[in-house]
């Protein structure tokens, strides 16, 4: 069901002006502007069929700072990892709790448990997207650089499911997004007439040097994310995608490095610059836990 039902599915789901209030609403109770407990009596479901440390951590830790509680569903733990059907699941999980989180290895199971469901549903990552992780990356660049509209961010490297969001979020909040990736490992093209179609600056470019040059933000993720099997052909495709100081240079003196974690250091970022005073893969990570709260309130109480 989804009718009135607030869903957090994906950034092309929602439009531009609720995703700023949420922005905003994640920058408030970070500063402390904000505090109460809106969510008591409560209880979000989490649902994981792949591993997850931040995802888990900082939806648990938000729903009980904001007076609720949790329940996790491991996949291997659950009648899910069984075959009963999603659907079956949303229609009996919808009785018990107030809205449901699921990270899955398909679109489609997000899909099915917002249409089957009566309750909230928020997408913690499939293999097409992860808007959560994107807002909180929204967020924490604002944090740094100021309005994140009219500025330029660089994706460098395999065009997964995070590059999908960031694709989403180019057109929601109205930034450039350079896109330098092998030719087949690059997103869908859909995603990206899509973002330019809505507003969009969208575009690939042919090296990592091109996509970098007076950014203000270098944006990599993992080579191998947990739904690829192909871990040797990614590595040697992606070796000239690597980011390190020399890439870094091209970027604009105050350009910062973002990357949703977890690393793999030395193979899509060095040492050097995931470490290095560029870098706010910390406030990334932190910003899951206040962006997170400013949906599940927007998901439940708005
Ligand atoms: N970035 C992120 O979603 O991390 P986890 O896989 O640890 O949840
Ligand atoms: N692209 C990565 C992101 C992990 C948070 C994956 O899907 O494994």
């Known amino acids: ?18 995703l700023r209030a ?23 479901a989490l649902i994981f069929e792949k591993p997850s440390t931040r995802t888990r951590v900082s939806f648990e830790v938000g729903m009980r700072q904001l007076g609720g509680d949790v329940v996790v569903l491991d996949s291997p733990g659950s009648q899910l990892g ?7 699941t949303a229609r009996v999980l919808s009785r018990y709790v107030a809205a449901i989180m699921i990270r899955t290895d398909s679109a489609t199971k997000l ?6 469901g009566s309750v909230p549903v928020i997408n913690g990552l499939t293999d097409r997207s992860h808007p959560c992780q994107i807002m909180a990356d929204v967020m924490t660049f604002e944090e740094h650089l100021g309005p994140i509209k009219g500025r330029v961010v660089a994706w460098v490297g395999d065009g997964n499911n995070v590059a999908t969001s960031w694709i989403h979020a180019a057109a929601r909040f109205e930034f450039e997004l350079r896109l330098a990736c092998p030719e087949q490992l690059k997103p869908a093209q859909a995603v990206v007439d ?3 179609a809505n507003g969009g600056r969208v575009r690939f470019v ?16 993992t080579w191998v994310s947990m739904n690829h099997q192909d871990r040797s052909e990614r590595i040697n495709l992606l070796l000239p995608y690597r980011v390190d100081d020399a890439l870094m240079a091209g970027a ?5 490095f973002m990357h949703c974690l977890p690393a ?10 995931i470490d290095g005073p560029r870098s706010v893969v910390w406030d990334e990570a932190e910003n899951r836990l206040h962006i997170q709260k400013a949906i599940l309130i927007w998901c439940l109480v708005d």
């Open 1 to 18: 069901m989804t009718g009135s039902v607030r869903h957090f599915l994906d950034l092309d789901q929602l439009d531009a002006a609720t």
């Open 22 to 44: 949420i922005i905003n609403h994640g920058l408030a109770i970070k500063r402390g502007a904000w505090s109460g407990k809106p969510l008591a009596g409560k209880t979000l």
């Open 82 to 88: 069984r075959g009963e059907t999603v659907g079956d």
């Open 111 to 116: 899909a099915e448990l917002a249409e089957f």
């Open 194 to 196: 899509w973002a330019n």
């Open 206 to 221: 042919s090296s990592p040097q091109e996509a970098v040059a007076g950014v203000d933000c270098v944006v990599t993720d």
């Open 252 to 256: 604009k003196p105050d350009a910062v």
């Open 264 to 273: 793999h250091r030395g193979e899509e970022v060095t040492d050097a610059v």
